[in-house]
């Protein structure tokens, strides 16, 4: 009898081994055949404009290529971050694996990303930043090493009398604090020949408005730095449709219609982004994340300076057309 009980002890063990293992198996392999959700909450959805469209071109790609579930939303213009706040609160009750998050606002995106990590839901930050560091990973453009480039070009041209305008994109925000700081940094022993700093929304009507006024109020203005493509472009079509040759104009990113002004003679020179790397970047560093991998906590996605004499080299090319034939 006790052979037959110690035999039966012992199966039943060996059973209970084997549902736990099955159990073990099964529940690991339900979790990595379940898809991962990701929220994309970018300033704007802008087709015009081939910074925001080469930054979730990035997006999609990375979560296409991790089995992600992508959702983006985003308010109806940059400076909105009121509707951005109130998007990210949606966001973190749908409860997603991960949140990627262009902030509209330095300051006032802060409290709700905040949000955000006190759900215990991953945060990363791509293009702009906010006044804490709380995110789990960053990855923007070194906005200050930009706007130094447009600034220590423009020093070369500078002189006592230069009258020196700014024109930015949405006030308060980190990339136009940032640029702006560069700006006057390269300007070195120039920058008190800056006469004014004005700020467009991100909107090109406006930007090309402001560059009309600012031609009026300063008609001997010379010289002319545009901190993202909204306002760059913007005051390229003035200064143009006014044939204003004597303003040299310096801009920031890569659209169609800023090559051909560069092409023109419009522009000096174009600093370029690399907004499909920062937004592909970011879906990656969420990846890592869920995986239990480390990531960067600062990653810089890089600039390059165009002038009309290297726009058509191969290395340029490829920055300025990543993908497109691919």
């Known amino acids: 009898m006790k052979v037959h009980k110690r035999t039966a002890l012992f199966w ?7 549902v736990l293992l099955a159990f073990f198996f099964w529940h690991n392999s339900r979790g990595r055949d379940e898809k991962r959700s990701i929220i994309f909450i970018p300033k704007v959805i802008d087709e015009d404009n081939d910074f925001w469209k080469l930054l979730i071109e990035g997006v999609e790609m990375a979560a296409a290529e991790n089995n992600m579930d992508l959702t983006i939303v985003a308010p109806e213009t940059e400076d909105d971050y009121t509707e951005q706040n109130a998007l990210i609160e949606w966001a973190i009750e749908q409860k997603p694996s991960a949140i990627l998050l262009t902030p509209s606002s330095y300051t006032e995106t802060t409290p709700y990303a905040k949000k955000v990590v006190e759900s215990g ?33 423009m020093r070369q041209y500078a002189t006592e009398e230069s009258q020196i305008a700014i024109i930015g994109h949405v006030e308060g925000s980190s990339t136009a604090i940032e640029r702006e700081e560069g700006v006057r940094k390269g300007l070195g022993e120039y920058e008190d020949r800056i006469v004014d700093v004005v700020f467009c929304d991100s909107d090109y009507d406006k930007a090309y ?8 109020k300063y008609p001997d203005i010379d010289l002319v730095a545009g901190l993202n493509e909204y306002s760059a472009v913007g005051a390229a ?29 419009i522009f000096e020179i174009i600093v370029i982004q690399n907004p499909f790397k920062m937004g592909y970047l970011g879906v990656e ?3 890592s994340l869920l995986n239990g ?34």
């Not at 039943?12 to 084997?18: F, G, I, N, R, S």
């Not at 003035?238 to 104009?249: F, L, P, S, W, Y």
């Open 12 to 18: 039943a063990a060996a059973v209970m081994v084997l």
């Open 121 to 153: 839901i991953p945060l990363i930050l791509v293009d702009s930043e906010i006044d804490e560091d709380i995110a789990d990973t960053v990855i923007t453009t070194d906005n200050v090493k930009l706007g130094e480039v447009e600034g220590d070009y």
């Open 209 to 216: 408005l402001l560059m009309l006024e600012l031609m009026e």
């Open 237 to 265: 079509r003035a200064i143009k449709e006014k044939g204003r040759q004597d303003i040299r104009v310096v801009g920031i990113d890569s659209s169609l219609e800023e090559i051909q002004f560069l092409e023109e003679g």
């Open 285 to 287: 560093a969420a990846a």
């Open 293 to 326: 991998e480390k990531v960067v906590k600062h990653i810089d996605s890089g600039c390059e300076l165009i002038s009309n004499d290297s726009v058509y080299t191969e290395e340029n090319q490829k920055l300025l057309f990543p993908f497109r034939e691919e």
